[in-house]
């Protein structure tokens, strides 16, 4: 997460008071889901292990690295059905001085009507490539940041790809160039605005690796009371899911992230969940973000637990998700 090097204050952090979020909406007689049971522990690791290995050199855009981790991706797309939405799964960004590509999938929605509509689901598969060696250690592997949001939505894409069960289209984006500034984010948002496409939502995984060291929310959502999505995922879930933590605040974690083009661009809820808390994990940016320190229990729970959420919001008859004051 491009944390807009702020890390070396969080990683001296102490613990912080959490805002409290209501519950008030997640009312009796509201229609909730439970979780499912697709997600492994097994395949979390499988592909957790992948792109955080050493092999992909810590997957720094236009390396060698991360066109390993680019042909894996495009590979998981074909296998599951999803079409590339332009000519190709890889979207060449415009605005890098190598070659770099987000990977972009696409699902056609089932409703006649509703797949005229979109809904993104992406996360940052790039990192920082080779940097300071720690102990001999020289590879930023970015098992946490952000090898386990890809992670979570290569788990997004089987699970779509095999049920088909949008109602409205999907695109699943593996973004590149993140760590560059949100190059890759800020090229594909603009790309799809100039298009004009019909975007509900745009949902992002962010550091998903590791639990929060607190029991009274799974995850934390960023721009909290930008729209309702928060709300609504814990109506959904009937469990409190996300909520709201002080640092997203303080240090601007809404923009920090590929969400934020997508807000930027169409004026849409566009937002990040993340269990990244800055008391849960010491080696951001650092060659000890590896696999081993991972936890693909944790993982897969957070994915069973968001998808029927996910798919009850893209298959909602109206825009029920919406920017707060609209």
């Known amino acids: ?8 204050i969080a ?21 909730t889901v439970k979780p499912i049971s697709f997600s492994t522990t097994e395949s979390v690791a499988k592909t957790l292990s992948f792109l955080a290995s050493d092999d992909l050199e810590g997957r ?10 680019a042909v894996f991706l495009e590979n998981l797309m074909k296998q599951n059905d999803l079409k590339p939405y332009f000519k190709t799964f890889r979207d060449t960004l415009s605005n890098f ?18 797949k005229n509509e979109f809904v993104i689901i992406g996360a940052h598969y790039d990192h920082i490539g080779r940097i300071k060696a720690v102990n001999g250690d020289d590879i930023g592997n970015g098992a946490n940041d952000n090898a386990s949001g890809s992670t979570a939505v ?30 890759g984010s800020k090229h594909l948002a603009k790309k799809l605005h100039d298009e004009k496409m019909d975007l509900y939502f745009m949902f992002n995984f962010e550091m998903i690796g590791v639990p929060m060291k607190r029991d009274d929310m799974l995850m934390y959502i960023t721009g909290f009371g930008k729209s309702n999505m928060a709300d609504r995922i814990n109506e959904i879930s009937g469990e409190k899911l996300v909520g709201y933590i002080p640092m997203q605040t303080q240090y601007q974690l809404f923009r920090a992230s590929d969400n934020y083009p997508f807000y930027t661009e169409f004026n849409v ?4 969940v993340s269990t990244f808390d800055f008391e849960n994990f010491d080696f951001y940016h650092q060659p000890d973000d590896e696999f081993e320190l991972m936890k693909p229990e944790h993982m897969a729970n957070v994915i069973n637990k ?13 825009k029920e998700i919406q920017l707060n004051g609209k």
């Open 306 to 318: 968001m998808i029927p959420v996910l798919e009850q919001m893209m298959n909602a008859s109206t």
């Open 11 to 31: 990683l001296v952090l102490v613990s912080c008071k959490t805002a409290q979020v209501s519950n008030e909406n997640v009312a009796q007689g509201t229609s």
């Open 1 to 8: 997460m491009k944390f807009i090097q702020l890390i070396a």
């Open 60 to 69: 720094d855009s236009g390396s060698e690295g991360i066109e390993k981790a």
């Open 97 to 114: 001085d190598k070659p770099a590509y987000n990977i972009v999938g696409y699902l056609e929605g089932n409703d006649p009507k509703l």
């Open 154 to 183: 290569t788990e997004l894409v089987k699970y779509f790809g095999k049920n088909k069960s949008n109602k409205r289209s999907l695109l699943f984006v593996f973004f590149s160039a993140e760590e560059k500034g949100l190059l």
């Open 269 to 272: 809820p566009a937002q990040t």
